[in-house]
């Protein structure tokens, strides 16, 4: 892609956000044939098109036949991730890896002293939380998609009903403050951690006056407005923030407003086809006072639009993505399985620390065991 990549930790995220303290606190997980470094924070890409998504943080009645979980010493935990549909590719090495870790788990003696039971769901047909619900899991490991978390979030963390539920990959903003009841987690960071990474990087350039360019819709709208409070917390000056439509052809009005000012330092927000026509404006427009270009991770799948900017404007960009791959040369491999294996790990170890299976008692022990570390044999 001939730009460089920054890339932000794993990390657990209870939501609602943990403090800025917690947010920087680490633990060391030690389990079998697996060492993963887990950063505690607030919340599968910026790529995930929510922007048809209700965004609603009001819980709605459900039809779901479902039971509470009581505690009987089985953990049964459930799979919802995609094996058929567009996320396929991204799916089946994450239920791979969820796979081994249950064995690495089991072999080593199991939860509770029984042996983990593993339900999978595909994700891809839409029907999986219904089936596994009415079967009684006691945890879910998914979903990967942000659009299916939030669509299909509220029957999976029902108040009397809830499982815990941890995804190892949807990073959607609108998740942050969804009313999960305390069942919901995430081990890849939200989009919102994204921004202050953003944020953190335009304050390293010395440079103090900034200007955002983000794409017009509830997906970049909410990127960017994290993004400017970031901003202003370190004291920077964000002199433009510039909206675009998708269906804008001519961004050339967008560029001479996000460089009025010579701010420096230009953020770009947006997906893939829309963010990079945007990179496109700005290469053809006069930028020269324009020392840094910063992006959001779903622009890394504009490779060919990126390619064809010209090699002077392409040095000064800098992309901020999740990092998603495991930290050890012996991990998992693919994207984010590592993420999918941290969910089991957490999961596993808040139903040893609570001594039950119970949702309840189990998501109580989350952040606990997250925070603090817990050494697994």
Not at 100 to 128: M, Q, S
Request: net charge negative.
């Amino acid at each position: 892609m001939n730009i460089a990549i920054h890339h932000i930790s794993s990390i657990v995220m209870p939501v609602p956000n943990l403090t800025q303290r917690q947010n920087r606190r680490a633990a060391r997980w030690c389990v079998p044939g697996l060492i993963v470094t887990i950063v505690a924070s607030v919340g599968c890409t910026g790529g995930d098109d929510i922007s048809d998504v209700v965004t609603s943080t009001s819980l709605e009645n459900t039809t779901t036949t479902t039971i509470e979980r009581p505690n009987d010493g089985l953990l049964r935990l459930g799979v919802y991730l995609p094996r058929t549909g567009e996320g396929a590719t991204l799916g089946e090495p994450m239920i791979a890896a969820v796979d081994a870790a249950v064995d690495h788990i089991n072999d080593a003696g199991g939860v509770l002293g029984r042996r983990v039971a593993v339900e999978i769901a595909d994700e891809g047909d839409g029907t999986g939380p219904d089936v596994m619900l009415t079967n009684g899991v006691d945890a879910i490991v998914g979903p990967a998609s942000s659009r299916v978390a939030l669509a299909q979030l509220d029957s999976l963390v029902h108040s009397a009903t809830g499982v815990v539920t941890c995804s190892p990959t949807a990073t959607a903003l609108a998740l942050d403050d969804f009313p999960d009841n305390g069942f919901f987690f995430r081990t890849a960071p939200s989009d919102s951690l994204q921004m202050a990474a953003i944020a953190s990087r335009v304050e390293d350039t010395g440079i103090g006056a900034v200007a955002v360019g983000y794409l017009d819709d509830p997906y970049g709208r909410g990127l960017v407005d994290s993004f400017a409070d970031e901003a202003k917390s370190r004291g920077l000056s964000v002199m433009a923030q510039v909206g675009f439509s998708g269906d804008q052809e001519d961004l050339s009005g967008v560029v001479t407003e996000l460089v009025a000012d010579s701010p420096g330092v230009v953020v770009v927000l947006g997906d893939a086809d829309d963010g990079s026509r945007l990179l496109a404006a700005l290469d053809s427009g006069a930028t020269t006072g324009l020392s840094r270009v910063f992006v959001n991770d779903a622009l890394r799948d504009a490779r060919q639009v990126i390619q064809a900017l010209s090699p002077e404007f392409r040095q000064r960009i800098t992309g901020i993505a999740p990092n998603p791959f495991s930290q050890l040369e012996d991990g998992p491999e693919g994207f984010f399985t590592a993420h999918a294996v941290d969910c089991v790990n957490l999961i596993a170890l808040a139903t040893i620390v609570a001594e039950s299976d119970s949702p309840a008692r189990i998501k109580a022990k989350m952040g606990e065991v997250a925070s603090g570390g817990r050494v697994c044999t």
